[in-house]
Structure formats: structure tokens, C-alpha cells
């Protein structure tokens, strides 16, 4: 199946990328995006993605389809959702 | 007494004379200081009814506990009086060298009332304060206005706080402004220092602030400087809040020509990443601040050539996407020119995107604006408006009353669509996607604010469904609010909040080193909540009632018609059940009172029997 990931701030800095679009295994999860993204884009891993285990670093999160936000990382994904990496500054 | 000067200076425009009040250690302890302390002052010093551009109305200066120790992110003042715009507190934050000086100069906290015969400047050294003639300030802009105070005194350490030609001119929304570009920026405060013909207020100071455990202090501030510089605040670092722009786009709740929208189709090309590659100069930092979140930008060629600022997100979607602006250099010279005139961006924005809106529905001619073809996305219309609206030039004139009396003084259904609460125009998340905001922002004390609410976090950081309406998101408003309220009164910059384990427990903690009183977490809880009160117990004096708490009719009447938002609204039934839970979440009556017996147990029994029921 295919998802979309949507790269914003760093995330897009680092990998020079607006989206990308991932090919994945029925079943698979965020975190299993995570692996795919971080072979797609090695400077990803450390800043964003934390290598082995394949965390994601605050503050970034994964928020589905732009209507709500992963609440971990074991979640399934779903054929043709838009995956967006990303956070929202609060306060200053 | 450490980790205070243990002086309030009074100041009296109007017959030259100053008084020193030394408070004692409770009294500091009870209030701590920042927003906390401006509040007490503001709410004891000024005449109930009292017309905020009178010389009755005292402007109060309170600086953070923190200010001008090791403590990173934590040399800031609070600014507070009642509101020329809202007819309600305004407490605003600023931040660096100024803040710093205000306690150099031995003071933990200035209070200004009264009227100047003549244009004045004042100028505190130490403890001598002098009424020095503005004659020659008078009309110029804020930063000249500081370089100009530091060549006359001839000290390049002189530190001013300032208006421009808007605080003169009484605009509404016109701010304070210190070193170059630190801004008290809500609700009118320049206009308070306008009314009183007060220009700046410099500062030169000679003392150091005694602190009780300095080795104790200085380790724990280390360690959150230490935290402060790495992952945790790169978001603010690399890109600064800009970088909402792209985000709150996708979320569609990125207001658009006038909240109209909440997607933005040009937001690429005004994003914090567009900055970044085409205008970014470098980023600052305030005094003491290890995070560097300011971005400055600056215009390299074409017809703005020149205009150089620093941008954050509330000021670029301000005067640029909520009207329509897809032209970053455009963004920019409207910023630079809201600061140079000293006016709070994000009211000047709104009230300019207002005032579109109702040139393209036709309820202003070309003729009424000057000349102007005032239409969303004219960033040249709104760069000249700007200028007239500082200078009450033509349409200016109205413009420069707010978008509230704008509206009220035009009519036509205008007040339909004037984005606002309280009559503070309204911030850059719209609530119809954020319905935790959506009530956060219609009890806000000082009008429609996110930085004094938060409650858009829960909105955006998946704590919540952000569609769904339900009484816990006005209970969680208020724990959004006590969180906020924490940092507004010690004065650490929000952006740090992710470095501390515990902000309650590690604050208490940074109090007690900084002082020797015992500060725990609950007791700060209370000051938080005490100082809450006190403000909305200064706004029921004012005349507040339930009606106040409301959000403006586009939120409630239109759904965001496109984008991942489409179709949200926010359902009246809805929000004032989530206000009502808000109001019993405070302890408040339902009908958003206070209970005598709270103020009581607040420790606030002497104004329990005045605004108390």
C-alpha cells in the first residue's frame, strides 16, 4: 500500500523534500514509516529520527490526514493516507 | 531581601515628583512580580471607571524575578494598565536589556501616572529621575527615538522604552518598544503613554540584583541553558514560529482575507521556509536567552528594498495571510513599518484585513480610503494605509480606533465580520478548527489572545479531538491558562517550557534559590490562580458581564468552507457550555463571578467585598 508523508520545518530541510510517497507492507505502522523514511533520507536519522530505535524526537509528531494527531507510534497506517511530519510552536 | 531591588518607583507626570515604596517580603512573595505584580499595581493604583487615556490611568512596569540574574530566558518586564482599546486590564511582555536595566537601576518595578505639560522623556539613573524635554523626539519613529535619547545623554548603555507617532496620535492598538524591536505589543499601551505625552521612559543603572544561593542558582541554570540549546528549541531556533504558517495551513485553520478562509493558497511563498532561503539575515537573541528564536528578515531588492525586521508568526499572518498578502517582501515592509511607527501588528493587521473586507463588499468607497484600492492581497495599499492609521490620516482615523469601534462607528454589518473579543483583535489560529481555543480565547481578561491562553495546544498537539465540543476542553482551557499564567509571572519565556521536567516544581525551585523564601509547587498554584482573579477581579470592577466572554459571529455563524477544517464552526450551544465548565473549573459563579469566599481564600480579602459575590 501507499501513504503519502508531508515534510515541514526541519523535516523538510533536512531531506529537501515537500512529500514523498512510501510503498508499505499491509499492517505496517508509523514507526515502520519512520525505517522507510530514514533509508530515504539518511540525515533525517539522529536529528529527527532516532536511530535503532526508530523513535521520533520531540516535537514532532505524525498528524493523520491533517485531522488528528498519532498518539504512538505502533499505530497502523492505512492505503492512501497523508501522513504529515510535523509540530506547531505554542507560546514565546 | 534577595532576588529583589525591594523598591516600586511612583512617578507623577503632571507635578514632577517621585516616591519610592519599599514592599515587604510577603508582599513579593504574594504576587512574585511580572504579570502577578503589574496586576496588584494597575488594579490599586488606578480609579475605578476610569478613561484609560486620562492621566488618572497608571501605567505599571514590573519586572520578573529573574530579570538580570543567570536565569536564562528570564530577563523580562510585564507591562500593564487598563486597555484604551478593551476598557479592561492589558498586561503585556517584553523582554532584554531594558527589562534588565529597569533593575540595574535598583527597581523591581515602575509606576507612571499623571500628565506632562510638554512632550517628556524620562530619564531614571539610579535614584535620580529626570523630566527631560521631548520636544525634539516628538514625531519620530521608535528606533530613532532610542538612538536619539542614547546621543543626547551620550551613553550607548542608556536603555528606553519608547512609543512612535502612533502612541502619540492615541491609535489604539499602538505599543511600547525597547531595544530595537522588543515590543509590549496588546491592547493600546503606547496610546496610555501617548495620552500622558510621556515619549520613553530611559533607564541607566548601577546595581547588580543579590541573589541567595548563587552557586545553587547558577548550576540549575546552566542545566536548563544547557537543555535550552539543544533539540527541544531547535523549532524556535531554525525557522522561529513561522514555521506555523505551513502547519496551521494544512490544518486549515490559517486565517485567511479576514478569517474568511483557513487555507491560504499562496502559503508557500510567505512560509517561514520561504523566509529562511530568500530573506533571512540571521537570528537574535534577547538578553540572556539561549534559544536565538528571533528571525530577522530583510527586503535585498524591489520596492521595498531596505525594510528589515524581525517576523514571528502572529505578525506575518497578521498584515499577510489574514489580508490576503502573497508577497514576502510585502509582509516584511508592513511589519517594519508597523514597528517604526510603534503599533501592535497583530491589531493593525486585523483591523487593515476589517477594513478589506468591507471595500470589497462595498461598504467603503475608494473615495473613504483615500484613494486607496483596498482590496486583499494589495501590499501597497496596506503599507500606506499603516502609515495613516499611525498618523490618523483620512481613513486612518477610524481605522486607528480598533476594529470594534471601527465597526460600531461604520455600521453596515460590518461588526459582522470585526475579528475580535473584548475588542482585542483576534490572534492567528482560528477556533473553528480549535475548539479548545475557541473558549480559551473568548474568557481571555485581556480580549482575544493566544500567548496568555495556550489553549490551542491541546488543539494542535493531538491532546484533544480539536472538532468535537465538550464541557472538558473549558476545564482544560483553565489548566492551559494556570500554565500560562506561571510563566507570565516569573517571566520565563514560554519557549523553555520544554527543557523543565516539571515547570511547576522547577520553577518553585529557581524562586527559592533566587530568593531564600520557600516557594513550593503548590504555593505557586496559588499565586497563579491569586493572580487570575485579581484580573478578572480589576475587569468586573470595569463593568465586565457575562456577554464579554463571546467569540465574534463569523466563528459561530460561517463554516470554514475549505481545507482539512471545512465545514467547522463553532456551535453557540457549544461554547457557552464549554465557558460554563470553564467558570467552574475557576471556582467562578456561573455566571462568571467571583465568590467572595474564593478572593478570601486567595488571600485577596480586601477587594473581596468590591468585586466579590
Known amino acids: 500500500m501507499k501513504v503519502t508523508v508531508e515534510l515541514f520545518a526541519l523535516a523538510r530541510r533536512l531531506s529537501k523534500a515537500k512529500s514523498v510517497v512510501l510503498e508499505l507492507a499491509p499492517g505496517a505502522t508509523l514507526r515502520d514509516v519512520l525505517v522507510k523514511l530514514g533509508d530515504r533520507f539518511p540525515a533525517l536519522l539522529g536529528e529527527l529520527i532516532v536511530p535503532g530505535s526508530y523513535d521520533l524526537r520531540e516535537p514532532y509528531v505524525f498528524n493523520i490526514d491533517a485531522r488528528r494527531v498519532a498518539k504512538n507510534l505502533d499505530e497502523e497506517v492505512r492505503e492512501g493516507e497523508n501522513l504529515l511530519l510535523m509540530y506547531v510552536t505554542v507560546g514565546g | ?613
Open chain 2, 1 to 613: 531581601m534577595k532576588g529583589y531591588m525591594g523598591k516600586i518607583l511612583h512617578i507623577d507626570l503632571t507635578d514632577q515628583t517621585t516616591r519610592v515604596h519599599r514592599p515587604g517580603e510577603d508582599f513579593l512573595k504574594k504576587y512574585v512580580g511580572g504579570v502577578s505584580l503589574a496586576t496588584r499595581l494597575v488594579y490599586d493604583n488606578t480609579p475605578k471607571g476610569v478613561d484609560a487615556l486620562s492621566p488618572e490611568n497608571e501605567l505599571c512596569l514590573a519586572t520578573s524575578v529573574f530579570a538580570a540574574t543567570p536565569v536564562p530566558v528570564g530577563t523580562k518586564h510585564a507591562a500593564a494598565a487598563k486597555s484604551p482599546l478593551t476598557g479592561f486590564i492589558t498586561d503585556c511582555l517584553a523582554s532584554s536589556y531594558f527589562s534588565a536595566t529597569i533593575r540595574r537601576a535598583g527597581y523591581d518595578a515602575i509606576v507612571v501616572k499623571g500628565k506632562a505639560e510638554k512632550p517628556t522623556y524620562l530619564f531614571i539613573d539610579d535614584d535620580v529621575v529626570e523630566f527631560r524635554d521631548a520636544a525634539n523626539l516628538w514625531g519620530k519613529e521608535t528606533f530613532e527615538t532610542e538612538e536619539a535619547i542614547r546621543a543626547e545623554l551620550g551613553d550607548q548603555m542608556v536603555r528606553s522604552c519608547t512609543i512612535g507617532p502612533a502612541g502619540e496620535n492615541l491609535v489604539r492598538f499602538a505599543n511600547l518598544t525597547n531595544d530595537r524591536g522588543r515590543q509590549a505589543g496588546r491592547g493600546g499601551l503606547g496610546a496610555v503613554m501617548g495620552s500622558k505625552q510621556l515619549k520613553a521612559i530611559a533607564l541607566r543603572g548601577s546595581h547588580s540584583v543579590e541573589v541567595a544561593d548563587l552557586d545553587g542558582l547558577c548550576a540549575m541554570a546552566l542545566e536548563l541553558a544547557e537543555k535550552a540549546q539543544g533539540l527541544k528549541t531547535e523549532k524556535y531556533r531554525n525557522l522561529g514560529t513561522v514555521a506555523n504558517v505551513l502547519t496551521l495551513n494544512r490544518l486549515g485553520i490559517l486565517p485567511t482575507r479576514n478569517f474568511q478562509e483557513g487555507v491560504f493558497e499562496a502559503a508557500e511563498q510567505v512560509s517561514g521556509e520561504y523566509l529562511q532561503e530568500h530573506h533571512k539575515e540571521k537570528a537574535v537573541a534577547c538578553l540572556g536567552c539561549p534559544i536565538a528564536c528571533e528571525q530577522i528578515v530583510k527586503v535585498k531588492e524591489g520596492p521595498y528594498k531596505g525594510a528589515r525586521t524581525s517576523v514571528d508568526y502572529e505578525s506575518l499572518f497578521a498584515v499577510g495571510t489574514c489580508c490576503g498578502i502573497d508577497n514576502a517582501a510585502g509582509i516584511i515592509k508592513a511589519i517594519d513599518t508597523c514597528d517604526r511607527l510603534g503599533m501592535d501588528t497583530m491589531s493593525a493587521g486585523v483591523v487593515v484585513a476589517w477594513a478589506m473586507e468591507c471595500f470589497e463588499r462595498g461598504l467603503i468607497t475608494k473615495k473613504k480610503c483615500d484613494g486607496l484600492e483596498l482590496r486583499f492581497g494589495n501590499d501597497q495599499a496596506e503599507v500606506e494605509l499603516l502609515e495613516k492609521i499611525a498618523r490618523r490620516e483620512g481613513i486612518g482615523d477610524l481605522l486607528a480606533e480598533g476594529v470594534k469601534r471601527a465597526a460600531e462607528k461604520l455600521g453596515k454589518g460590518s461588526e459582522l465580520f470585526a475579528i475580535h473579543v473584548k475588542g482585542l483583535e483576534f490572534p492567528g489560529y482560528d477556533p473553528r478548527g480549535a475548539q479548545t481555543f475557541a473558549v480559551g480565547s473568548a474568557v481571555g481578561t485581556r480580549g482575544g489572545c493566544h500567548n496568555r491562553s495556550l489553549a490551542y495546544e491541546a488543539d494542535t498537539h493531538g491532546e484533544v479531538d480539536r472538532f468535537s465540543a465538550d464541557p472538558e476542553k473549558g476545564r482544560i482551557a483553565c489548566d492551559k491558562e494556570n500554565l500560562a499564567g506561571i510563566f507570565d509571572i516569573v517571566m520565563l519565556c514560554k519557549f523553555i517550557r520544554g527543557c523543565l521536567s516539571d515547570a511547576w516544581s522547577d520553577v518553585s525551585q529557581l524562586y527559592t534559590l533566587t530568593t531564600g523564601m520557600e516557594m513550593t509547587a503548590d504555593d505557586l498554584h496559588q499565586v497563579t490562580e491569586r493572580s487570575w482573579n485579581l484580573k478578572k477581579a480589576f475587569n468586573i470592577r470595569e463593568g465586565w458581564t457575562k456577554e464579554d466572554d463571546w467569540l465574534p459571529a463569523r466563528f459561530l455563524e460561517d463554516p470554514i468552507p475549505a481545507g482539512a477544517s471545512k465545514g467547522s464552526v463553532v456551535k453557540p450551544d457549544d461554547l457557552r457550555i464549554m465557558i460554563d465548565a470553564y467558570y467552574e473549573a475557576r471556582g467562578w459563579t456561573p455566571d462568571g463571578l467571583i465568590p467572595k469566599e474564593k478572593l478570601v481564600a486567595l488571600g485577596l480579602e480586601d477587594i473581596a467585598e468590591e468585586v466579590g459575590v
